[in-house]
């Protein structure tokens, strides 16, 4: 018996990251689109993300810049921590999303069950 599974939309995904405990057993985080710029070519804030699964929600953000590079950012404290070295740095909320959004626009569809 299946249950009727909701189409893939990316709106929300279900990423199983290090978890927020001390022994950082994985746990699963859903992010959540809040956001999409309909013009994601053009400098500024691209799109926003909700974070649950944490200790707390947190919210990324990509964020283009005028030189044509992608910002990140994310309200958790490892992030903020870490956040002079942002260039170089990022949570692993980012690296998850990253990660997914990768994911996505590769061209390997799952074909719909027939
Ligand atoms: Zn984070």
């Given at each position: 018996m299946n249950a009727p599974q909701p189409r893939a939309n990316f709106a929300i995904v279900t990423v199983v990251l290090p978890?927020?405990?001390?022994?950082?057993?994985?746990?699963?985080?859903?992010?959540?689109?809040?956001?999409?710029?309909?013009?994601?070519s053009e400098p500024g804030c691209v799109a926003t993300w909700t974070v649950t699964g944490g200790r707390e929600d947190y919210q990324i953000a990509a964020e283009r810049t005028t030189?044509?590079?992608?910002?990140?950012?994310?309200?958790?404290?490892?992030?903020?921590?870490?956040?002079?070295?942002?260039?170089?740095?990022?949570?692993?909320?980012?690296?998850?999303?990253?990660?997914?959004?990768?994911?996505?626009v590769e061209p390997a569809r799952a074909p719909l069950a027939a």
């Open positions: 978890g927020p405990t001390r022994k950082r057993e994985p746990a699963p985080y859903q992010f959540r689109v809040t956001y999409k710029n309909p013009d994601p030189d044509g590079n992608m910002e990140w950012h994310c309200t958790c404290p490892d992030a903020v921590y870490h956040g002079e070295y942002r260039h170089h740095y990022f949570c692993k909320h980012v690296h998850g999303l990253q990660a997914l959004l990768k994911a996505a």
